[in-house]
């Protein structure tokens, strides 16, 4: 049960910034997810969090207390890989009891806890196998346990699903959000996903280049992103940018107009529309704001995934499942214009 | 995997005759020297080759009674495993410090422990000797052992280094926030999982030093640290001139401590030749 925070953590090799000045806090029994592209500096941050990494510059603490001098073994975080990191040579049993032998457990509690900690993930009948003999859903619920198993502080996730294959993963997420919420342990995950992001948090920190672009909830992220990188990472498909101008009060792009936007500002800005946003309209007469050649139609069962080429850009439409067309048909498209984002087109930031 | 299935019947018979072949080639030289060590001296150099020789144990009873074969035998063992051991003592931490912990220097230091090979032996030849004749230590296998460790410790700190290196960072760093210290995770976590690695380093050091000759006649001056390869030479010169079937049933001898040690880690040993080129 613990309280971390980061003030103005960075991690720096020579000249190469992993982590920029990043301040976080992370509330007890949070399940807080790091979100980002690869090389985001998301995995450095939990390493840092670990004590596998020493930070060049700032402070981290648990519970108020500052932990940059304390050894990974000391503090009480447990952690799950994305390679399981099972030791090969030990049996599940062996593995899952390591830990409990590290911290000197009494002999006769450790059996108890190690089947306990088996149990929750379903692993009682396969506690004599050797990793090597486990599926790949096994291992990782195999490297759960080992995590559970002392009931550690803190609980450190880096990427560990993303080995596993898409139907498994859903399952394992699913588990993994259970077991936090019985055992109330304060959870960093790590992810690119967006999808597990968005399934498990409490809130979502989204990096990117080392720093943090938007720290919210889920439902913050998604209908609030505070940057175009936010905006576009989110979502799939993700939110159509669109390059224009505000000229009196209406927004202007090559094929596309959006009248009265309520944006003060004028000149170049970007629009944000979310796929979902968007409807084809069934006739040109009927009033709509942008025009488009298909350019993909791509049907997925509970949706069709619309392409359109306008102008010189392919914009994305959440379109009905049984919408169908042809390529080079011409469509209208009304958006939702409550749910418009604009965004400056230089820095990207959002635009209120 | 298919392909294999597929061999039946006679293919299979083909493939057994021609493995007996290479098998068979392959284990030639021992075969001769057996031959040639249980016949008679005076069928030894002939003209015509004998094919089924007498069989005769002269050879047999006269390097075990004329000469302390056992001493040599027990010399050969004991200096070649204490140098093995005493190489994996010292390669196993130097291996770990030099894949795991970066610092600086540290690529010229592995390079400089494995150049210690490239210098001819010739070159350290006296100065070994007056260093063992100071310490006291000539004529000991103790002494044995250590040059033959000296011989062998870059090339073993260089294969362990390999397959440590091969590791996933994971594993330890697993083992670190699981709560154990380096010395823990070195004995629990990448012993353990190298240790394909480890055997097949001791073996090729015991190989290479289990025919040692120059440094073992500089040491050795009397029967006291004999070995097997210099016991070999005592029976080219003297009054008696070669005596061949007791140089081949003594080279036999010497060859049979590493097959038995090969024989019994066979498993392990093909892979370790293997790991690394084959993901795990």
Known sequence: MAQIELKGVSKRWGAVWGVRKVDIEIADKELLVLLGPSGCGKTTTMRMIAGLEDPSEGEITFDGEVMNAVDARDRDVAMVFQGYALYPNMSIYENIRFPLRMRNVPKDKQDELVRRAAKMVELSDYLNRKPGALSGGQRQRAALARAIVREPQIFLMDEPLSNLDAQLRQAMRVQIKYIQRELQITTVYVTHDQIEAMTLADRIVVMQGGAVQQVGTPDEIYSDPANTFVASFIGAPPMNLIDGMIKDGNFVADHVEVPDVGIKTTGQIRLGIRPEDCAV?????????????????????????????????????????????????????????????FFDSQSGERVR | MASIR?????????????????????????????????????????????????????????????????????????????????????AIPAAYSLSRYEYRGREDIGFYILSTRMMAPAIVAIPIFFLFRNLGLLDTIWALMLVYAAINLSIVTWIIRSYMTDIPRELEDAARTDGAGDLRILW?????????????????????VINEFLFTLLIASTPDAYTMSVALANFTGGSDGVIYNAIALVAFLAFVPVFLVVIAIQKHLSRGLTMGAVKG
Not at chain 2, 78 to 86: E, H, P, Q, R
Not at chain 2, 197 to 202: L, M, R, S, V, Y
Request: glycine share 6%.
């Open chain 1, 281 to 341: 309209v069934s006739s040109a007469e009927q009033r709509h704001n942008m025009k488009g050649d298909v350019y993909g139609v791509e049907p997925t069962g509970d949706m069709t995934v619309l392409t359109l080429r306008v102008g010189e850009k392919n914009l994305e439409i959440k379109a009905d499942r049984d919408y169908r067309s042809e390529l080079g048909v011409q469509e209208n498209v009304v958006f939702d214009t409550n749910r418009l984002y």
């Open chain 2, 6 to 90: 597929r061999v039946k019947g006679e293919n299979l018979y083909i493939r057994y005759l021609i493995l007996s072949c290479w098998g068979l080639f392959c284990l030639m030289p021992v075969l001769w020297f057996l031959s040639i060590g249980f016949r008679p001296r005076t069928e030894i150099i002939t003209a015509q080759p004998i094919y089924f020789p007498t069989l005769s144990l002269d050879a047999w009873h006269m390097i075990w009674s004329d000469w302390p074969m056992a001493k040599y035998l027990r010399n050969s063992v004991a200096a070649i495993f204490g140098s093995v051991m005493i190489d994996l003592v010292l």
């Open chain 2, 188 to 208: 629990e976590i990448i012993i353990p999982a190298i240790l394909p690695g480890i055997i097949t380093a001791a073996v090729i050091a015991m190989i290479f």
